[in-house]
């Protein structure tokens, strides 16, 4: 089946740090490629859309020059979170769209999360 | 009109029994209705999907069931196991669009 890697899983780190997190797809090409946040006990939130060789599109709320978000290749898309603090900690997942269905972007599979705890 | 609704927010099923979950939705345009599972400290794993074309898929234990004119979904579980204990999401979307997730559903099978 198709797998989405996601690294690194686990990182802690000092406030005022960048942290950089990679999502592949490891056995298809994805033009597409999500990022989420995910709070304990609640629902995913989708953060942006990542199009291969163009801007991200990110949700309202979602501040862009914080969570900078590059789509180089259609198997890599990397999330990097600016000078986080305490306050950017939390679940975040990546997943990448399958278009071999026919319809564009689904299914959606999804890499195993980056938990990020900042101190 | 982009909300899912997800009901229950938990759940606890005897080991054998049925689980179903349901969801309902506004939006006529969506046309992709998957549910995934996630269990603690993991991402989502796609579990079933269903098209608005048909009104049930089966996949071993799982199935989908789906009423357009009702504009809900619902997802069965059969013969529950200790390890379908997860937290389950149901999601929409439109073609090319993005996923719209419920809010999760915690389904604890007890032995």
């Known amino acids: 089946g198709a797998v989405v890697s996601q690294h690194p899983s686990w990182v802690i780190c000092k406030s005022g740090t960048s942290v950089k997190i990679e999502c592949r797809s490891l056995?298809?090409?994805?033009?597409?490629m999500f990022w989420y946040r995910q709070f304990p006990k609640q629902s995913l939130m989708l953060m942006a859309t990542s199009n291969e060789g163009s801007k991200a599109t990110y949700e309202q709320g979602v501040e862009k020059d914080k969570f900078l978000i590059n789509h180089a290749s259609l198997t890599l898309s990397t999330l990097t979170v600016t000078s986080a603090h305490p306050e950017d900690s939390s679940f975040y997942i990546c997943s990448a769209g399958d278009d071999k269905g026919g319809y564009s972007n689904q299914p959606q599979h999804f890499g195993d999360g980056t938990r990020l705890s900042i101190l | 009109q982009q909300e899912v609704k997800q009901s229950p927010q938990s759940l606890i099923v005897q080991k054998g029994g049925i689980s179903i979950i349901n969801c309902a939705y506004e939006n006529t345009a969506f046309d992709y209705f998957p549910w995934y599972q996630q269990f603690p400290g993991k991402g989502p794993a796609l579990l079933i999907a269903?098209?608005?074309?048909?009104s049930e898929k089966k996949e071993g234990r799982f199935t989908i069931s789906f009423n357009k004119s009702a504009k809900q979904f619902s997802l069965h579980i059969m013969d529950s196991q200790p390890g379908d204990s997860a937290t389950y999401f149901c999601?929409?979307?439109?073609?090319?669009?993005?996923?719209?997730f419920g809010t999760g559903t915690r389904l604890q099978v007890f032995p």
């Open positions: 269903i098209r608005p074309d048909v």
């Open positions: 999601a929409a979307s439109r073609d090319t669009d993005k996923l719209i």
């Open positions: 056995d298809f090409q994805a033009t597409t």
